[in-house]
Nanobody, 116 residues
Framework: QVQLVESGGGLVQAGGSLRLSCAAS????????MGWYRQAPGKQRDLVAR???????NYADSVKGRFTISRDNAKNTVYLQMNSLKPEDTTVYYC??????????WGQGTQVTVSS
């Protein structure tokens, strides 16, 4: 089992920045990759950014050049630095941890609101 606690969401004006944090606990050594997803009401949950244990990252096209995912292994924490935020980035963001053999775990979600 892996527990994920997110923080850092909030309200920001367009063009501003926020940093989301996701602290993992539990079976840390079993985690293969961690990432951030977002889900608007009535829509599917989509990948925003992901980082593997080896440091490989991938991003949704809509956030490339604006968002950066990173991890602090000593703190078992993954960060999502979000710059140049747009109103269309407004939604709930979820942290995800995937284990080597398949199971996935989710955080409770954190709201990001970007005003125009």
């Amino acid at each position: 089992q892996v527990q994920l606690v997110e923080s850092g969401g909030g309200l920001v004006q367009a063009g501003g920045s926020l940093r989301l944090s996701c602290a993992a606990s539990g079976s840390i050594r079993a985690i293969n990759a961690m990432g951030w997803y977002r889900q608007a009401p009535g829509k599917q949950r989509d990948l925003v950014a992901r980082i593997t244990n080896g440091g490989t990252t991938n991003y949704a096209d809509s956030v490339k050049g604006r968002f950066t995912i990173s991890r602090d292994n000593a703190k078992n924490t993954v960060y999502l630095q979000m710059n140049s935020l747009k109103p269309e980035d407004t939604t709930v963001y979820y942290c995800n941890a995937g284990l080597y053999w398949g199971p996935e775990f989710w955080g409770q979600g954190t709201q990001v609101t970007v005003s125009s």
